[in-house]
């Protein structure tokens, strides 16, 4: 008999740890926890894929040249201001490591990783928790309360919430002013790309973007991120970081992507309608308050007393369908999930397993 696992994983998208906690394949789960395209992948990698084959006999380019000119084209920078990783979340770690702040201070809720990589550093660390009455972001100037390197996510994780140019750049401007690093992740802005500050770096030396194949281009399995800033950051990052961290097929990939012009236009168009389909049919289920947000993911509140995200999870397991318990992120608590959107015949069978659970108690 499959017993039910009640520890909640650190990430969404643990789908092997649910699988085989159920009893179940992975392909018969439907994942709503990992904030991943919906469309899965650029078709034009696999042709990629397939030509990249004949170079693993290589050691992959260290420096990713190929991708980071590609990638400078792409945001109409230069390639020494790109530093390409493992994903982005090498690239926090290797911030942490490389800076070496005094002090950091972290905009939550946020990133469990940001945290992490501090703590592995050995680096001291605040907190700036955002209110839900503000949408979990931020509606003030920020203070970097001692802090030399501030972790700060637009749009924001887990709410989604989208802190346009105006607002967010006049923040950095007085941070970076005061010499203050700025890791400004934008993991999620390639669904609203015309809101990244990535024309700001010229303005802004201490500020450092991350940026993620993961989410947009469908290919968390690959690991795939990459860094922008000033081109003496990017230097002093490059300088320690482990080689061939990113391998031949990744990069393969990253160049297929940047390619699929029309991919990322249905993207776009797809995200954008089916969340204010989900958004809407979620405010109309009793019990649950969603928030608005700018990508492909939404944040739930759940208002029914004795409630919480850890139940709710639980019971759309007995319908094959998995939400993010987002009680572990700083100034959440268990009442809190996140669901992605997907598209509109399974953002449905969502919409019905929830009346479900609800209408049960």
Request: hydrophobic fraction near 45%; proline fraction near 6%.
């Amino acid at each position: 008999m499959t017993v039910w696992s009640e520890k909640t994983p650190k990430h969404g998208g643990d789908v092997y740890h649910l699988a085989r906690t159920l009893g179940v394949e992975v392909k018969d789960l439907l994942d709503f926890s990992a904030n991943i395209n919906p469309l899965g992948f650029p078709p034009e990698i696999l042709a990629a894929v397939y030509e990249a084959l004949e170079e693993i006999c290589h050691y992959p380019d260290r420096q990713c040249l190929d991708l980071k000119r590609e990638l400078a084209a792409y945001h109409r920078l230069t390639p020494p201001e790109i530093l390409v990783g493992n994903g982005s979340t090498e690239l926090i770690y290797l911030i942490a490591r490389a800076l070496r702040p005094g002090k950091s201070l972290i905009v939550a809720p946020a990133f469990s990783e940001y945290e992490q990589a501090l703590k592995t550093a050995q680096i001291p660390m605040d907190f700036y928790v955002t209110k839900e009455a503000h949408n979990f972001t931020l509606n003030e100037p920020l203070k970097a309360r001692g802090a030399d390197l501030i972790f700060l996510a637009n749009p924001a994780s887990p709410s989604g919430a989208l802190l346009p140019p105006e607002r967010l750049a006049p923040i950095v401007a007085a941070l970076d002013a005061a010499g203050v690093y700025i890791v400004l992740d934008e993991a999620f802005i390639d669904f609203v790309e015309e809101a990244s500050l990535k024309t700001y770096l010229g303005r802004f030396p201490h500020l450092l973007i991350l940026r993620s194949f993961t989410k947009f281009f469908g290919i968390p399995g690959m690991r795939l991120g990459y860094l922008l800033a000033a081109p003496d950051l990017i230097a002093r990052l490059g300088a320690v970081q482990e080689p061939w961290s990113v391998n031949t097929m990744a990069q393969a990939m990253g160049r297929a992507c940047l390619a699929a012009v029309d991919f990322m236009a249905q993207t776009r168009d797809l995200v954008t309608q089916e969340r204010q389909y989900l958004l809407k049919h979620l405010k109309a289920l009793p019990g649950l308050t969603a928030f608005p947000g700018a990508v492909n993911y939404l944040l739930v509140k759940l208002t029914r007393t004795g409630w919480t995200a850890a139940k709710l999870q639980k019971d759309l397991l007995a319908h094959h369908i998995v939400i993010r318990d987002a009680s572990n992120f700083r100034g959440l608590d268990e009442r809190f999930c996140r669901m992605a959107v997907r598209t509109r015949e399974e953002n449905d069978r969502l919409l019905q397993a929830l009346e479900q659970c609800l209408k049960a108690e």
